[in-house]
């Protein structure tokens, strides 16, 4: 039994002379005591409409969603035990900071002295603590970000909803921060749910991560297995910076395994043995299928795949390298730097375990092997 | 002979100094990034090389001549907004015509034919604005601004509004695009890691001022200030404020406890504190201990951009973070490991002036 | 919670039933009335079925008006001509000072501008009376009294104000770097306001003449004191329905829907096109 547990979950917004909107369709999803998870997607993908049904500003139009085992969804927010940081911060203009949270402790009736000791360890945490006693309206946009997220994190809640909650971030705070916010939730065994368009904020804070798109789950898996075992080929395209590269290979038959093909110089043997009978079949079958591989799992330097360099950029840490192969727009990501200018040819290395086949209906038939 | 000099211009807007004697000179076919924190002047640079406000002080030259005073329309310039300022009401043909003198003729039409082929936006060419895409309309927005070849380029943070994804694309294509017409090219942006993919010089602009002016690559290594050391790099570099001692003719420096090496003795000027700065990717980590090395507890383990970005308690309690790749080794939160950086990963900057110690001096003695 | 109940319907349809019967009431009233002869009106109890009549109309437009005193020469076509002249006088005039100086408060931010900017408004404020006495000795001296240039000078007042303060809200909304981006493009400032910023601003710009041309349209004591008989608007016309031998309600009835109409005309015409002025989006990117 789940910590939350949602089931069938369908949303379907009508408004008069406008074709119904189906935000959220049939999603399940349970998340388990004390997990992080990130709703991540881009705008309009129902991530934000699932944030708001758990939370109860929005009423679920089928399904059900259960916390602790008990049924929330037709509560009204206040008696569902939920804490929420708002993206647009929400924050009470006539209060000061130090008001603003301890504005959130006012159901638990706790002593003063504990208000202002549990006030002021949030604060310390999010490095607000020398702006206590400052009203929302003079503080910065990012520090408003962090009264909000203290707002909803110094609560005792069964479960803490956030939603775009670090976007506003100064940049050099974001790293840090995430950091400290894993640490507290993780200590406290808090329950959290966020919101976010941003992947390095997901896969930062997150256990598990949902991939949304059209109202519909994708994937609910960790950071490494969604940019490692795409479930599909929009997980495949949508996660990792950059997306996988994907290319449209030839399939035919060779011996017992199949050998896909994308040119004279870009081809691979599949071994059968590595394939499931479902595998198999989709590949006899099909004359072209999607093969999908991650730009950190090529080697460049040798190989045999020819690469004409389109761009070669250091960004401090690594190396973006994109090039033309076969008409196709190759990107390579290595954590050292090469001389490559535009125009040269270079050789990529490319392993026929690193490639992720796609089947006509764009599920991913065989994934790639994780070293 | 530079496309675009900039000397020493100034302006002031009520008590601010926006702009305090700023300098630079751009190439043609040369790409410079401008980059620095909100309300560091940046859009005001831009502005005034644009002839929306008018210096203060100093001269503005293009390919030359001075263009301070003169009209926007004399300038040569072509610019690229954050919020794409389109024209909403003509097609995006004639929002990228409009850029052309001649913005009739057969000659117009296959200019804008070509920019548009570059820029993959042919088949739009027909709709208004608001029937384009966030992606497709900054693309109208930099055809617009390319296609009279303008002697200076001006990008005022373009890739701000359009998703992670289509950021990531055009990072990739715009230093191609942007070279095509030896234009000078000032390019705006906020993101670090934008202007070292797109930018051959970066100029760091904070408060008013050029903090330091140098190849992407010179100023992720060798940053001139421990403010342009914060601004680059994700995450931000540790640091650490010490007081270094000699022993042995060497010097040393403790932090949390342990014992590291900085270099020969007639390096550093006296007992003097200092910043020591080193980057994430840079810590070493490993659970045995030693006198060089920081005893750290782990806080947290976030994956970051291909890496794992551990944040460290040290027992000073001081938070660092630490940026490993993934595979390098195994841990969990609240575990105790030992923390170690190499003597060349370190940076040091003044505590007073907070400007760059050269270590170049300390590298040869050592 | 986007369901809603029978009964909320139900009240939600008695509510918005009430409205319109509120404030539709005198308009079909007054419509009802204008085919209808004095005797029909004066009736009582009144009745909603009765046997229409154009006699109203004929006498509006042959411009005799018969009473029980006997024939009257009324000038009510005259009068609907003056309003028309006058009216769109004011406006074109207002429209050409108007919009340029409402698109430098926009844009331009000048020593004293907000205080010129308010004390235009502020003669919206003023009571006309107060203004009209010794404006009409001045136009006694001038020679303007009783001039078609004199009237819509004065309608200024009414006419200025509005148009400066709606499309100066205009021109704020649209973003200064479209304007910029054009001049970049090689244009000059006055290909700029007239190419981009007119254009865009152009809902609005409809949107205050329309609604100045209804103020003046309306205007009434300005007229009367400054016009006299064959320079007078229907607003002040209208007046000479009450005779002596008692009001003529029923040529009353038929001036009103007369004079309302070109406006109503208007505003529905404008509407559509403000509709899709408005939608045109993207002025903000």
């Not at chain 1, 400290?180 to 808090?190: D, F, N, P, T, V």
């Not at chain 1, 904020?201 to 950071?223: K, N, P, Y």
């Not at chain 2, 910043?275 to 976030?302: C, F, K, N, Y």
């Not at chain 2, 105790?336 to 900057?349: G, T």
Request: with cysteine; proline share 5%.
């Amino acid at each position: 039994m789940g910590m939350l547990e949602l089931r069938s979950i369908d949303k379907v917004y009508r408004s008069r002379g406008r074709p119904a909107v189906h935000a959220v369709r049939s999603l399940d999803m349970a998340v388990e005591k004390g997990e992080i998870v990130a709703l991540l997607g881009s705008s309009g993908c129902g991530k934000t409409s699932t944030l708001r049904m758990i939370a109860g500003f929005e009423s679920v139009t089928a399904g059900s969603i259960a916390l602790r085992g008990r049924r929330i969804d037709e509560l009204p927010p206040a008696r569902r035990k939920v804490a929420m940081a708002f993206e647009g911060y929400s924050l009470y203009p006539p209060l000061t900071v130090r008001e603003n949270i301890a504005f959130a402790l006012k159901s638990q009736q706790l002593s003063r002295s504990e208000v202002s000791r549990r006030v002021e360890a949030i604060a310390r945490l999010v490095e607000i603590d020398d702006i206590l006693e400052s009203y929302p309206r003079v503080i910065s946009g990012g520090q408003q970000q962090r009264v909000s997220l203290a707002r909803a994190l110094v609560r005792d809640a069964d479960l803490y909803l956030l939603d775009e909650p670090m976007g506003q971030l100064e940049p050099q705070l974001r790293a840090v921060l995430r950091g400290r916010i894993k640490s507290l939730l993780a200590e406290r065994e808090m329950t959290a749910i966020f919101v976010t368009h941003d992947q390095t904020e997901a896969s930062a804070l997150a256990d598990r991560i949902v991939v949304m798109e059209d109202g519909v789950l994708q994937q609910f898996a960790s950071e490494k297995e969604l940019k490692e075992r795409p479930a599909n080929l929009f997980v495949a395209s949508f996660i990792g910076e950059p997306p996988m590269n994907l290319l449209e290979m030839e399939v035919k038959q060779a011996g017992s395994g199949f050998r896909l093909s994308a040119g004279p110089d870009v081809a691979f043997d599949i071994s059968g043995d590595g394939l499931d009978q479902a595998a198999r079949g989709v590949l006899a079958a099909v004359p072209r299928v999607q093969v999908g591989i991650r730009p950190q799992r090529i080697g460049v330097g040798e190989g045999a795949v020819r690469v004409r360099i389109g761009s070669n950029q250091w960004l401090g840490d690594q190396s973006h390298i994109a090039g033309e192969c076969a008409g196709y727009l190759l990107i390579a990501v290595i954590p050292n730097r090469i001389a490559a200018r535009p125009g040269d040819v270079v050789q990529f290395a490319i392993a026929p375990r690193h490639l992720n086949i796609f089947g006509p209906d764009g599920v991913c038939i065989r994934h790639a092997e994780v070293s | 002979m530079a496309g675009l000099e900039i000397k020493s211009v100034s302006k002031t807007f009520g008590t601010v100094r926006t702009a305090d004697s700023l300098s630079l000179s751009v190439e043609p076919g040369e790409i410079v990034a401008v980059f620095g924190p909100s309300g560091g002047g940046k859009t005001v640079l831009l502005r005034m090389i644009a002839g929306m406000f008018e210096p203060d002080e100093g001269d503005i030259l293009i390919g030359g001549r001075s263009i301070v005073g003169a009209a926007p329309e004399r300038r040569s310039i072509g610019m690229a907004f954050q919020n794409f300022a389109l024209f909403p009401h003509m097609t995006a043909r004639d929002n990228i015509a409009s850029g052309l003198r001649k913005k009739r003729g057969a000659d117009a039409a296959a200019r804008v034919q070509t920019i548009s082929r570059l820029l993959k936006i042919e088949h739009v060419l027909g709709h208004v604005p608001r029937e384009l895409s966030n992606g497709q309309k900054q693309r109208t927005a930099l055809a617009r601004a390319l296609v009279g070849n303008p002697e200076v380029l001006l990008l005022d943070d373009p890739l701000r509004n359009v998703d992670a994804k289509l950021r990531y694309e055009m990072r990739l294509e715009l230093p191609n695009l942007l070279r095509r017409g030896e234009a000078a090219v000032l390019y705006v942006t906020q993101d670090y890691r934008e202007a070292m993919a797109i930018a051959d010089r970066i100029a760091v602009l904070t408060a008013g001022r050029f903090e330091q002016v140098a190849s992407p690559e010179e100023i992720y290594a060798r940053p001139a200030s421990v403010a342009v050391a914060r601004l680059f790099g994700d995450p931000s570099i540790n640091l650490a404020e010490i007081v270094p001692f000699v022993e042995h003719g060497t010097v040393f420096a403790t932090i949390s406890g342990a014992r590291v090496l900085l270099g020969a003795a007639d390096a550093l000027p006296g007992d003097r504190p200092y910043w020591l700065g080193v980057r994430p990717e840079d810590l070493g980590i490993s659970l045995l201990g030693g006198g060089d090395a920081m005893p750290a507890r782990v806080l947290a383990i976030t994956p970051m951009h291909e890496k794992v970005v551990l944040l460290l308690r040290l027992e000073d309690g001081k938070e660092w973070l630490a940026s490993l790749r993934p595979d390098a080794l195994k841990l969990a939160a609240e575990d105790s490991v030992f923390v170690r950086f190499a003597q060349e990963a370190v940076q040091l900057f003044d505590r007073e002036t907070g400007l760059r110690v050269s270590l170049s001096h300390r590298r040869q003695a050592a | 919670m986007e369901h809603e109940s029978l009964a909320g319907r139900i009240f939600r349809g008695a509510a918005l039933t009430l409205i319109l019967v509120f404030f539709m009431f005198p308009i079909v009233w007054i419509l009802l009335m204008s085919f209808q002869t004095n005797e029909q009106i004066l009736r009582i109890p009144p009745r909603i079925l009765f046997e229409p009549t154009l006699a109203n109309y004929e006498a509006l437009i042959s411009g005799q008006l018969r009473t029980a005193a006997g024939n009257l020469e009324i000038t009510f076509m005259r009068n609907l001509w003056n309003s028309f002249v006058l009216s769109s006088g004011a406006v074109v005039l207002a429209l050409l000072l108007g919009v340029p100086a409402a698109y430098a408060f926009a844009r331009f931010k000048f020593r004293l501008g907000e205080t010129i900017a308010f004390t235009l408004l502020s003669f919206r404020f003023a009571p006309p009376l107060l203004v009209l006495l010794p404006l009409s000795l001045y136009y006694q001296e001038l020679g303007l009294n009783d001039t078609y240039v004199g009237i819509v000078w004065v309608y200024q007042l009414i006419a200025l104000p509005l148009i400066l303060w709606i499309v100066r809200g205009y021109f704020e909304d649209i973003s200064p770097d479209i304007e910029h981006a054009y001049r970049l493009a090689g244009h000059s400032w006055s290909e700029a306001f007239t190419r981009i910023a007119v254009p865009l601003a152009g809902p609005g710009i409809a949107a205050a003449g329309l609604l100045s041309f209804i103020f003046c349209w309306n205007n009434f004591i300005f007229a009367l004191i400054l016009a006299s008989a064959d320079k007078q608007p229907v607003t002040v016309g209208a007046l000479a329905f009450v005779t002596a031998s008692g009001i003529q309600y029923g040529q009353i009835a038929a001036a009103i829907v007369l004079s309302v109409t070109p406006t109503l005309l208007l505003a529905l015409y404008a509407q559509r096109y403000l509709v899709e002025g408005l939608s045109l989006g993207a002025v903000k990117g």
